[in-house]
C-alpha cells in the first residue's frame, strides 16, 4: 500500500524528506492516548499510523524529529515538561535545542526553546494543526 493511499496527499508531500519508521498500531496509539492528558490531533496520528516517528528536513532548512507516540509520555516527564512548560506536550524537535510541542489548551503547535525551558517568553506559533505545522515549517526560511 503506498503512502499516499492511506495519508492525505498534502500530509505526503510535506513530509516526503522525512526517514519513516514502521507506523504505529492502533493498539499502541489506544494506549498512548490513554496516558496523556491531552486529545492528540487525526492529522497527527494519520502520519503516526504510517511513520511511528521519523526526521529529516522539512523545506529547505528546517530538520525535525520526530518522537514514537509511545516515548511522548515517558520523554515528557523526563523534560519535566509539566514543570517547565506547563500546558505542552512535546513531540519533537529541530535535532538541536528546539522543542515542538502541542499546546494542551488548543491543540496548536508551538515551539521553544529545551535549555531555560520556562517560558517566560510566548512560545513561537508553528500552526493550528500538524499538517499547518509541516506547511509552514517548509516555507520557513
Given amino acids: 500500500m503506498s503512502l499516499t493511499s492511506v495519508m492525505n496527499k498534502q500530509l505526503a508531500l510535506l513530509s516526503k524528506n522525512i526517514t519513516r ?31 511511528n516517528g ?7 532548512r528546517h530538520y525535525l524529529s520526530l518522537w514514537k507516540i ?8 523526563d523534560y519535566d515538561t509539566e ?6 506536550l512535546i513531540f ?3 535535532g538541536g535545542g528546539t522543542a515542538y510541542a502541542f499546546d494542551k489548551a488548543n491543540g496548536n503547535i508551538v ?7 520556562m517560558l517566560e517568553d510566548e512560545p513561537n506559533l508553528w500552526g493550528n ?13
Fill in 70 to 77: 509511545e516515548e511522548l509520555a515517558k520523554l515528557n516527564k
Fill in 21 to 51: 519508521k514502521k507506523g504505529a498500531h492502533n493498539d499502541v496509539i489506544i494506549n498512548t492516548s490513554s496516558q496523556l492528558d491531552f486529545i492528540l490531533p487525526d492529522d497527527y496520528l494519520e502520519f503516526i499510523r504510517e511513520s
Fill in 111 to 117: 515551539s521553544f526553546q529545551f535549555v531555560g525551558m
Fill in 83 to 88: 514543570i517547565y512548560a506547563p500546558g505542552y
Fill in 54 to 60: 521519523g526526521e529529516g528536513i522539512i523545506g529547505e
Fill in 92 to 94: 519533537g524537535s529541530d
Fill in 129 to 141: 494543526s500538524f499538517t499547518a505545522f509541516l506547511e509552514n515549517l517548509s516555507l520557513s526560511s
